[in-house]
């Protein structure tokens, strides 16, 4: 059974950073693709970052040069480092995992088979 079980949330000030982890269980974070995605109130799922079996990484526009996504294989856990922070960052934060794996991270959440429960960020002005 798939368990993703994120951390690492919280509120911070505008400018701030904050490290989300994904702790796997039942699926081996270097083994297919993973993701991170988020919602805020009234909007929908958007892909955030994704890496995939082979390390290629994507990451949505608005995050470019401020989040990275990462994995630590021998913990079998996710990452995303999360700099310079903004107001609009505000989400709840979702871990997900794919059945497959591709070329490049796919950062639709149809893509995603398993998720996490999520943690919540909150960025303040």
């Known amino acids: 059974q798939v368990q993703l079980v994120e951390s690492g949330g919280g509120s911070v000030q505008a400018g701030g950073s904050l490290r989300l982890s994904c702790a796997a269980s039942?699926?081996?974070?270097?083994?297919?693709?993973m993701g991170w995605f988020r919602q805020a109130p009234g909007k929908e799922r958007e892909g955030v970052a994704g890496?995939?079996?082979?390390?290629?990484?994507r990451y949505e526009d608005s995050v470019k040069g401020r989040f990275t996504v990462s994995r630590d294989n021998a913990k079998n856990t996710l990452y995303l480092q999360m700099n310079s922070l903004k107001p609009e960052d505000s989400a709840m934060y979702y871990c997900?995992?794919?059945?497959?794996?591709?070329?490049?991270?796919?950062?639709?959440?149809?893509?995603?088979?398993?998720w996490g429960q999520g943690t919540q960020v909150t960025v303040s002005s």
């Open positions: 997900a995992a794919a059945g497959r794996d591709w070329y490049y991270a796919r950062l639709t959440h149809y893509d995603y088979n398993y």
């Open positions: 039942g699926y081996t974070v270097s083994g297919l693709c």
């Open positions: 890496i995939t079996r082979g390390g290629n990484t």
